[in-house]
């Protein structure tokens, strides 16, 4: 099976040692043939969720453009894929765009996702031995509608011990720009997680957004929690 790996800014720019090399690796142990077109960019997200449509059409069609040969489009993040869905919604006046976005939603997935939903796969044979929490976040829950994909892969994980979040449902303050515009708000939000985090006595802290474990893991840093933060494709990685 082919599959085209959408990496995304962070997971380039920041984590790609880790999670782009164990998305990569989860993928090829089941069989998969992985390529990475180079020309892909950032998905849109920041502008459009700043109100630049306009800009961000631009950028949507370079990106459908980009994966229009491609089988499958994977990503270890359900905030981007959830972006690249919304294309559909950036098209609505041109119809043969919109066509193009229709096929790219149609054949793009979050990791957890594709492994469970397209490629039947429930324990993937990882093996971590921790005590865990799990960072449920809002676009890939409540927009891409992926909920249960990340909780079955982790639950056949050897050795790691699960305790839910207290209020999952609640947004860690990152949200995209809105981090930057409204800094004193989104402060309190990513306190308010992290004490729920430490509630749960975990000590990994594992979230399958990395914009979100970006946000946490910083503020666990600066105020000097023991906590790690690992992304679920880490997690499925470890052996």
Known sequence: ????????????????????????????????????????????????????HRETREVAKHMINVFKDAKFVVSPSGSCVTMLHEYVHLFEDDAEWKQRAEELKNKSYELTQFLVDVLNITDVGAKLNAKATYHTSCHMTRLLGVKEAPMTLLQNVEGLEFTELPNKEQCCGFGGTFAVKMLPISEQMVNEKVQHIEETEAEVLIGADLGCLMNIGGRINRQGKPIKVMHIAEVLNSR
């Open 1 to 52: 099976m082919k599959v085209s790996l959408f990496l995304t800014c962070l997971a380039d720019v920041v984590y790609p040692a880790s999670v782009g090399k164990s998305t990569v690796e989860i993928l090829e142990r089941f069989g998969c043939e992985v390529d990475f077109p180079k020309k892909q960019t950032c998905c849109g997200q920041p502008a459009y969720n700043s109100g630049y």
